[in-house]
C-alpha cells in the first residue's frame, strides 16, 4: 500500500516491490499515483502465490478508509488478521 502526496492510499500488488516503488517513483506505475507522486511505501506483505495476493489485494481495496488506516497502525503480525476481520464485518454489513 502507497501513501500518495495528497495523503490518500494507493493499493497493488506486485512480483517485484522495489521495481514496482521505481516505477510509481518515475510516474509510470499507474494513472492514480501518476498524479499524486511522490509516494511512499505505507504497508506491505509477502504471499506465497499470485492468487493469493490478488484475493489479499481485492479484500483491501474493499476496506473502508478507516479500516486501512488502523491496518497501517497494526502490529505486523497481526495487520492480515485485521485485514481479514475488517473485510468480513464490512462484507456482511453491507453484502458482496
Known amino acids: 500500500m ?3 502526496r495528497d495523503g490518500s492510499l494507493y493499493t497493488g500488488i506486485a512480483k517485484d516491490l522495489a521495481a ?6 518515475e510516474g509510470r506505475g499507474s494513472r492514480y499515483t501518476r498524479a499524486r507522486i511522490p509516494v511512499a511505501l505505507a504497508w506491505s506483505c509477502e504471499l ?12 483491501i481495496k474493499q476496506l473502508r478508509r478507516a479500516d486501512k488506516e488502523a491496518l497501517l497502525l497494526t ?17 456482511r454489513a453491507n453484502g458482496p
Request: hydrophobic fraction near 25%.
Open 2 to 4: 502507497l501513501r500518495c
Open 20 to 25: 514496482r516503488l521505481r516505477q510509481h517513483a
Open 48 to 59: 506465497a502465490t499470485w492468487s493469493e495476493s490478488l484475493r489479499e489485494e481485492y479484500r
Open 75 to 91: 502490529p505486523r503480525r497481526r495487520r492480515r488478521r485485521a485485514a481479514r476481520r475488517a473485510g468480513r464485518t464490512r462484507d
